[in-house]
Every structure is written in structure tokens, then in C-alpha cells.
């Protein structure tokens, strides 16, 4: 595939976008901040990376990039760089380190010095409640299986935000769901490492109630701006057949549509429920009043397309997926923009329907080389120009993008695949823990100058 993109630069400034148009990047707590710190529970992240086999070469969140110690030296990259915020994750077991009961000050004062160093630095707080790391405790018992953790993460919520709901420009209950609940339960790539499908369904559905539950405490906060952040992944026939359309058809049901269905539409994809509905929860339909509480924005996560075919088999979801054709990251996933150009417009058009939506991670793996004390990084900035373009057609075309966010600011901890795949616009050496601004960082600072 060939591109006109430039390797080296940006080819768009700010002046590119509307006014109100954010510039952003994005980060979670496990995979920076570094879980042994600042009385910080266990989770079960912690769990899963010490059982063997279960990550690269064992390697775990307890150090990551120590962002806990390193923070203010990291909003100042965000800062230096001309972005507008930075979405950030709160770790549960950090604020609650049983998952319930007392809280840990240590922590929760953490998190009022992020948000505040944010701000002092004019950078706009997105907070993100849930990225992954259950406190153990909670796994103990049943986890994202147990109907209670709604009710355990609703008022996680509220310890939180009463601290610091008024400061934080905006927030998102959960991120990606679709991991939380299928990667994690049904594929078991990710903590807890489940394969079951009834532990799948539930999940399935209870990290939706999860969300609504903690959308409704916010509310009551009398917090504003408040968002659903889902994962999305282009699903494409892996050839013309029938069967390959409907493997298809499915997969987009999983991945893409059920959170989205649930939240806009207070339903699930029926040819999913064909597959999960016998494992659902009893009286399920009961619970989308909660699921579906108004959200004021959308966030779209994206990163690749995948082709889909027949497995062969009887056994749901009874599909797999084919190598494609196009240049692919160093995660081996296919860069193709044209999946955020559909995913835009169709969460305009079918769910959202003229509420802002924010691309809330977009981004690619590279591996590094450090040249004379500088980080050439080409692949990841024609990666944001082809992406970026997209977006700027659709704000053209008249669609409410709002903000962009790149993931991520640093290469940090990449769960089951330990320290190996770098996303960051910044390396960090994992040795020595120095922060070193890539090309990509530096080409970024120069589109968003001032003009």
C-alpha cells in the first residue's frame, strides 16, 4: 500500500480544526504507574502476570514506568507538547485497596496532585474509573461474574469523585468493555484468564450495568460530561461467501455493536444472543434502564481492521480470523483508516445521533532506535497522518468530532505482552526509566503551535 503521507512531519496544524477541537493523549494507570507504589492493593493484573506462561516473559505492572513518582515530569511532556488534555485512568485498588471498605489516602491524594498538576499546567483532566485492574479481592469473588460488582463499582465511584469530580474536565466509567469481558473471559488473553462462556455472558453484561450504575453516581454528584468509551474493530468478510458475511456480520455483533446496542438501544444483537443469551443472567431485559443512563459524549477507541471467516465448526461464535493483506504494526495488526472513517459515521448516524464524539485512543506499535540521542519514529507518524485525515474529512462533512487522542504519551507496560511493544509518542528505557521524546512527540509539538 502506498501513501502521499509525509514520514517525517504532521501534515495538518491546529488551525487545521474547529476552535473547540481537542488534542489529546491517553494512558491507563496499571501500565504506567506501577501497582507496588503508594499503598496500591493488589489487583488481579498482578495476579494473572505472576502465574507463568500468562505474560511476556513474566513481566508485570508492579515498576511499569513509575509515572507514581514520575507524574509531574510526564504532564510536563503533555504540556511541552501543545496538547489540551490527557486521559488518564484511576486505578481501582489503588483508592479501594480490598475493592470495598477503607480507602487509601495515599492514594486518592495521588490522584487530587495528578489533577491538579493537570490543570495547573492548562491541560483539560479526561478520567477514565476502570482500565483493567480488578482489585484481587473483588476477583475472589466472581469478579465481572457477580451481579454485585456493579454495586461495588458504583460506589468505588463515588469514594473517587467526591474527592475529585469537580475538577476533572470529563470521565468515562469504563474503558473498552469488550476487553473487560470477551478478551479477558471468553478468549482468557487477559486477566483473570478465563475460557468460559456463561463467565463471558455475564460479564458481558454486568461491566454495561457497571457503567450505568457509576454513571447514575456521578449524576448524583451533580457531575457534567460524562461519556462511554468503547473498543471497535472493522470486521470484513475474508472472502464473498454467504458464510464469511454472516462470520462477519457476528463479529461486529460481539465487538462492536452489544455495548453500543445496550447503552442506545436497550437491546443485544440477536445473533449473539443466539450464542449468549442461554448464559445471560435471569431476567437481564430488566437491567437496561440502568445500562442505557444518558451519556453526553461518545469515545471511539480504533486501531485495526480484521478479516473474518467460518472456523468450520458448529460451536459458537464458530469463527476465525485471516491474515490480511496491509502493512501491519508491530502488534501484527492491519493499518487501516478507513475503519475510524466508518466507525465515526456510524456511531453518528445509528447511536449518537449529534452528541460529540471523541476518537479517545488511536494509535500503533513501532519498535524503536535510538540515533544519536533521538527517536526517528516515520511509521508511527504517516500512521497519524492517514488516521488524522480521516478525521478531518469527517469533521468537514460535518460530523461532531470533538478530540483526538493519540495512544499513548509513553510506551509503558503492554499487558500479556509485557514491555516489548512501544505505542508512546515518548520512549521510556525501561533500564533507567528516562523519558525521551520520539520524532513523533517533536512533529506533534510543531503542528500544534499557536498560529
Known amino acids: 500500500m502506498t501513501s502521499t503521507f509525509s514520514r517525517d512531519r504532521l501534515d495538518f496544524t491546529r488551525a487545521s480544526m474547529p476552535e473547540d477541537f481537542q488534542f489529546g493523549v491517553a494512558a491507563s494507570s496499571y501500565q504506567i504507574e506501577g501497582s507496588k507504589f503508594g499503598g496500591c492493593g493488589r489487583s488481579h493484573w498482578d495476579d494473572f502476570a505472576a502465574t507463568p506462561g500468562n505474560t511476556a516473559r513474566g513481566e508485570d505492572g508492579s515498576l ?20 489540551d488534555c490527557y486521559r488518564f485512568s484511576i486505578s481501582w485498588a489503588r483508592v479501594l485497596p480490598e475493592g470495598r471498605g477503607q480507602a487509601n489516602q495515599e492514594g486518592i491524594d495521588f490522584y487530587e496532585r495528578l489533577v ?36 461495588w463499582f458504583a460506589d468505588y465511584t463515588e469514594v473517587i ?7 476533572v474536565h470529563a470521565t468515562a ?15 482468557g488473553h487477559h486477566a483473570p484468564g478465563l475460557r468460559d462462556i456463561r463467565a463471558t455472558a455475564r460479564a ?23 461519556g462511554l468509551v468503547t473498543n471497535f474493530e472493522y470486521a470484513e468478510p475474508a472472502d464473498e461467501s454467504a458464510e464469511a458475511k454472516a462470520s462477519a456480520h457476528l463479529y461486529d455483533g460481539i465487538y462492536n455493536r452489544w455495548f453500543l446496542d445496550g447503552v442506545f438501544k436497550k437491546s443485544y444483537p440477536q445473533e449473539v444472543l443466539a450464542g449468549l443469551g442461554p448464559h445471560l443472567p435471569e431476567n437481564y431485559e430488566q437491567d437496561f434502564d440502568i445500562i442505557a443512563e444518558p451519556v453526553d459524549w ?13 472456523d468450520g465448526t458448529d460451536q459458537f461464535p464458530a469463527l476465525k480470523e485471516v491474515e490480511g493483506p496491509l502493512p501491519k504494526t508491530l502488534m501484527d495488526w492491519e493499518i487501516y483508516p478507513e475503519g475510524l472513517d466508518f466507525f465515526m459515521r456510524r456511531v453518528h448516524e445509528d447511536y449518537a445521533q449529534g452528541l460529540p464524539i471523541y476518537i479517545t485512543e488511536n494509535g500503533m506499535a513501532s519498535p524503536d532506535v535510538v540515533k544519536d540521542g533521538a527517536v526517528p519514529d516515520p511509521d508511527r507518524i504517516q500512521f497519524l497522518n492517514g488516521h488524522l485525515a480521516k478525521v478531518h474529512k469527517a469533521v468537514e462533512d460535518g460530523l461532531p468530532i470533538k478530540g483526538y487522542f493519540i495512544w499513548s504519551l509513553l510506551d509503558n507496560y503492554e499487558w500479556a505482552l509485557g514491555y516489548e511493544k512501544r505505542f508512546g509518542l515518548v520512549h521510556v528505557d525501561f533500564d533507567t526509566l528516562s523519558r525521551r521524546p520520539k520524532a513523533s512527540w517533536h512533529a506533534l509539538k510543531e503542528a500544534l503551535k499557536a498560529e
Not at 482500565?131 to 460488582?149: F, Q
Not at 458481558?204 to 460524562?226: D, E, I
Not at 461518545?298 to 467460518?310: D, E, F, Q, S
Open 116 to 151: 491538579d498538576g493537570m490543570l495547573e499546567r492548562g491541560v483539560k483532566p479526561f478520567a477514565t474509573l476502570y482500565h483493567w485492574d480488578l482489585p484481587s479481592p473483588l476477583a475472589d469473588l466472581g469478579g465481572w461474574r457477580n451481579r454485585d460488582i456493579a454495586s
Open 204 to 226: 458481558m453484561h454486568h461491566v454495561l450495568l457497571a457503567h450505568g450504575r457509576a454513571t447514575q453516581a456521578m449524576r448524583a454528584l451533580g457531575m457534567k460530561n460524562l
Open 173 to 187: 466509567p469504563i474503558n473498552e468493555p469488550w476487553c473487560v469481558a470477551w478478551l479477558s473471559h471468553f478468549m
Open 161 to 167: 469523585m467526591r474527592r475529585i469530580g469537580d475538577r
Open 64 to 83: 511499569a514506568c513509575d509515572h507514581y513518582h514520575r507524574w509531574a515530569e510526564d504532564l510536563d511532556l503533555v504540556r511541552d507538547a501543545g496538547l
Open 298 to 310: 461518545v469515545g471511539i477507541n480504533y486501531y485495526t481492521r480484521k478479516l473474518i471467516a467460518p
